[in-house]
């Protein structure tokens, strides 16, 4: 995809709460990796907006499933698919046709009905090279 949107000029302490995000997700702290980067997203104008909004539904998915809200885990791993769908395949040096393809996956298995509650958790990695 080539005409992906540009990629938002992040301040210092930006990078900080976005790293910050990135290892709260990769920890398995999806509360805390939605809240640390819904503040990154307040401040972002322009084309990476829905960038930002998109890994915070991804955040928020694995948090419902978490919690056994299969419901709620569908909406939200739909909802960033859609909305990380302009951004190509890599943005913000997040590796994006691999976490769309595990987003993809995950829903195959929610939409099947298979029981996830003892399913030892095994959610996407985000890596962040801004």
């Given at each position: ?16 709460e976005?790293r910050?995000g990135?290892?709260e997700?990769?920890s ?12 990154v997203w ?8 829905d ?7 991804v ?7 978490g ?8 909406s939200?791993l739909e909802?960033?698919?859609?909305k ?8 913000l ?20 009905g298979?029981?996830?509650r ?5 959610p996407?990695?985000l890596?962040?090279?801004p």
């Open positions: 995809m080539n005409d992906k949107p540009a990629e938002p000029q992040l301040n210092p302490e930006e990078i900080r976005v910050k990135v290892e997700f990769n398995c702290r999806f509360f805390e990796c939605h809240e640390t980067l819904e503040d307040h401040g972002i104008r322009g084309p990476g907006r960038f930002f909004q998109g890994i915070i539904q955040s928020v998915g694995f948090y419902h499933l919690n056994g809200n299969f419901i709620g885990a569908r939200q909802k960033a698919l859609e990380l769908a302009p951004y190509g395949d890599h943005y040096g997040m590796d994006l046709a691999h976490l769309r393809g595990e987003i993809r996956s995950w829903l195959v298995r929610i939409r099947s298979e029981d996830l003892n399913t030892p958790a095994d996407p990695k890596h962040f090279e």
